[in-house]
C-alpha cells in the first residue's frame, strides 16, 4: 500500500489556473500508475487523467483534454495536476490514486486504483 496526499486546491476564478500535488509515501512510487479523479456534488466520481509508471504516457478524460497536465517526479514521489482554463464545471473534490496495475493508465477504472488520498477541494467560480 502506498499512502497519498494531495495538496494546492482552492478557489479560482474560471479561467484560471491551479497546480495539485500528491505526494506519496510507503512501498516504491515508481512501481505505481497514478491517476487523478474527480467528484462533484450529486456525481459519481469520474476519471480525470492518469500516468504510467516513467512518465512517458498519459491519458485524459475527454472534458480536460488540452486544458489539463498530469506529470510525475519519481526522485520526489509526486504526481502533479496542472489544471488551466478552469471552468465552473471543472468545481469538484480531485483525489490522487495509485494502481499496482501497469497498463491502467491506457483505460483506467475506479476499481483498478487501490490507494486513495483524502481529497483537495477544486472550486471555480464563473
Known amino acids: 500500500q502506498v499512502q497519498l496526499v494531495e495538496s494546492g486546491g482552492g478557489l479560482v476564478q474560471a479561467g484560471g489556473s491551479l497546480r495539485l500535488s500528491c505526494a506519496a509515501s510507503g512501498r516504491s512510487f515508481s512501481t505505481y500508475v497514478m491517476g487523478w479523479f474527480r467528484q462533484a456534488p450529486g456525481k459519481e466520481r469520474e476519471f480525470v487523467s492518469a500516468?504510467?509508471?516513467?512518465?512517458?504516457?498519459?491519458n485524459y478524460a475527454d472534458s480536460v483534454k488540452g486544458r489539463f497536465t498530469i506529470s510525475r517526479d519519481n526522485s520526489k514521489n509526486t504526481v502533479y495536476l496542472q489544471m488551466n482554463s478552469l471552468k465552473f464545471e471543472d468545481t469538484a473534490v480531485y483525489y490522487c490514486a495509485a494502481s499496482g496495475s501497469r497498463g491502467s493508465w491506457y483505460s483506467p477504472t475506479l476499481q483498478d486504483f487501490a490507494s486513495w488520498g483524502q481529497g483537495t477541494q477544486v472550486t471555480v467560480s464563473s
Open positions: 500516468i504510467s509508471l516513467s512518465g512517458y504516457s498519459t
